[in-house]
């Protein structure tokens, strides 16, 4: 009996012991922060932050700074889901359906750039208004994404509805890059393209029919906005912190010296794609983006609402789609 009184006590000693070496570590301090962004204009401040390497002289020697470039929304969706992307420059739509799928778990933290995207038609092509896109194929770069819901809308505006809900507008997924050639064929009427891919179709045969102020709420919408992993923000409440002001200064930087900061940001292009901007292209398409820390919380409230009819996402978000309320 005495035997077994000794090992029991030993055994709640090291039970015990277990238990405050636990204690005494806490969690696991953050050695790299691992952020997400396309290599499109935008998502300037993340480029011009990349290039000029100010995200990693804020947060110190000790903290590494992973930089990731997606190349579509629903991959860089997955990064953040599987922990592999902390903060990401991503659309308020794949913004909306990871706070939906994640119940919360991404939220969005800041807004990034507004607009930005124009509807353009074929040369020699009779469309003049939206009415007149009836009977005929509007390409998007990607269905489900921001272009394709402000297409949505504007249909819906004008009395259209896409042939997949009974009418007769034609709406195809074109990857940006092969609009022109798609559109030379004669595959398509018109197209909802971001920039800088207005500017460059415009720059061929392409012809303006609503401009960046003209197809979604004045222009006053999000087209890139920031969002983070709850638990990463909630571990590292400082990062974020240092984020925001780095994130912040840049918009200011983009603003304020346009000519300086746009040519580090297609000086940054080149390095990562092997592929500049015209620097007419880049100008032109500045023209149209607006580069805003402030969120349109409507605009994004509203995108939230058409992804659920269209039924892209199965609820609407709650009070943590974002994180300041």
């Not at 819901?149 to 259209?160: K, V």
């Not at 840049?250 to 940054?268: G, H, M, P, Q, R």
């Given at each position: 009996?005495?035997?077994l009184?000794k090992?029991?006590?030993?055994?709640?000693v090291?039970?015990m012991?277990?238990g405050?070496i636990?204690?005494g570590?806490?969690k696991?301090?953050?050695n790299e922060?691992?952020i997400?962004?396309?290599?499109?204009?935008?998502?300037?401040?993340a480029l011009?932050?990349?290039?000029?390497?100010?995200?990693?002289?804020?947060?110190?020697e000790?903290?590494?700074?992973?930089w990731?470039a997606?190349?579509a929304?629903p991959a860089e969706?997955?990064a953040l889901f599987s922990?592999?992307?902390?903060i990401?420059?991503?659309?308020?739509?794949?913004?909306?359906?990871?706070?939906?799928k994640?119940?919360?778990d991404?939220?969005?933290l800041?807004?990034?750039t507004?607009?930005g995207a124009?509807?353009?038609r074929?040369k020699g092509?009779?469309?003049?208004?939206v009415k007149d896109l009836?009977g005929?194929?509007?390409?998007i770069?990607?269905?489900g994404?921001?272009q394709h819901?402000?297409?949505?809308?504007?249909?819906?505006?004008?009395?259209?509805k896409?042939?997949?809900?009974g009418?007769?507008?034609?709406?195809?997924?074109?990857a940006?890059?092969?609009?022109?050639?798609?559109?030379?064929r004669?595959?398509?009427?018109?197209a909802f393209?971001p920039?800088?891919?207005?500017?460059?179709?415009l720059?061929k045969?392409?012809e303006l029919v609503?401009?960046?102020n003209?197809v979604?709420?004045?222009?006053?919408y999000?087209?890139?906005?920031?969002v983070?992993r709850?638990?990463f923000?909630e571990?590292?409440p400082?990062l974020v912190e240092?984020?925001?002001k780095e994130?912040?200064a840049?918009?200011?930087?983009?603003?304020?010296?346009?000519?300086?900061?746009?040519?580090?940001?297609?000086?940054?292009l080149?390095?990562?794609t092997?592929?500049?901007?015209?620097e007419n292209?880049?100008?032109?398409?500045?023209e149209?983006?607006?580069?805003?820390?402030e969120?349109n919380?409507?605009?994004?409230?509203e995108?939230?609402?058409?992804s659920?009819?269209q039924?892209?996402?199965?609820?609407?978000?709650g009070?943590?789609?974002f994180?300041?309320?």
């Open positions: 009996m005495k035997v009184k090992l029991f006590l030993a055994g709640i090291v039970i012991g277990i405050s636990g204690c570590k806490g696991e301090e953050t922060v691992s997400g962004y396309f290599n499109n204009i935008t998502h300037a401040q011009l932050m990349k290039s000029e390497g100010s995200l990693e002289k804020s947060f110190g000790d903290k590494k700074v992973k990731t997606f190349n929304g969706v997955e922990g592999d992307i902390d990401g420059y991503i659309g308020p739509v794949p913004a909306i359906s990871a706070n939906v994640s119940k919360g991404v939220s969005i800041s807004g990034a507004k607009a124009v509807l353009v074929r092509s009779s469309i003049n208004s009836s005929k194929v509007v390409a770069p990607q269905i994404n921001t819901l402000c297409l949505l809308d504007l249909l819906a505006e004008n009395g259209l896409p042939d997949t809900e009418g007769d507008v034609k709406v195809a997924a074109v940006n890059a092969d609009v022109a050639n798609t559109m030379a004669g595959d398509i009427d018109a393209v920039e800088p891919w207005g500017a460059t179709l720059e045969d392409a609503l401009d960046y003209e979604y709420r004045n222009g006053e999000d087209v890139a906005v920031v983070v709850k638990e923000q571990e590292n400082e240092k984020f925001l994130h912040e840049a918009t200011v930087k983009i603003n304020e010296d346009k000519d300086t900061t746009l040519k580090k940001i297609n000086e940054e080149d390095s990562a092997g592929k500049s901007l015209g292209i880049i100008k032109e398409s500045f149209r983006i607006g580069v805003s820390t969120l919380r409507d605009a994004v409230l995108f939230a609402d058409i659920k009819n039924k892209f996402i199965n609820e609407l978000p009070d943590d789609l994180v300041n309320k």
